[in-house]
């Protein structure tokens, strides 16, 4: 059974950074694409960024420039480095695992607030 686990959301003050982790278990995931999503209340859910098993990345224009996404085929893992925060990130960020109808995690919340 395929899980992703999300830690490391909190609250952080405008300009913070924080990271974001999903571990992955229940197969091997290094063959496919992972991303991270998020979505703000009374929001849909729209992409942050996604990361192939070569490792080319694409991120939301929103996120350029101050989020980076990378993975560790070899731990399961995908990150999210997020530097100079806004409100506007605030959010709960999913983990997304693309592989046949794909796969979520439960989400850790992110809250940018002075």
């Known amino acids: 059974q395929v899980q992703l686990v999300e830690s490391g959301g909190g609250l952080v003050q405008p300009g913070g950074s924080l990271r974001l982790s999903c571990a992955a278990s229940g197969g091997i995931f290094s063959l496919y694409v992972m991303g991270w999503y998020r979505q703000a209340p009374g929001k849909q859910r729209e992409l942050v960024a996604t990361?192939?098993?070569?490792?080319?990345?694409n991120y939301a224009d929103s996120v350029k420039g101050r989020f980076t996404i990378s993975r560790d085929n070899a731990k399961n893992t995908v990150y999210l480095q997020m530097n100079s925060l806004k409100p506007e990130d605030t959010a709960v960020y999913y983990c997304?695992?693309?592989?046949?109808?794909?796969?979520w995690g439960q989400g850790t919340q992110v809250t940018v607030s002075s």
């Open positions: 990361i192939t098993n070569s490792g080319s990345t």
């Open positions: 997304y695992l693309r592989r046949g109808n794909g796969y």
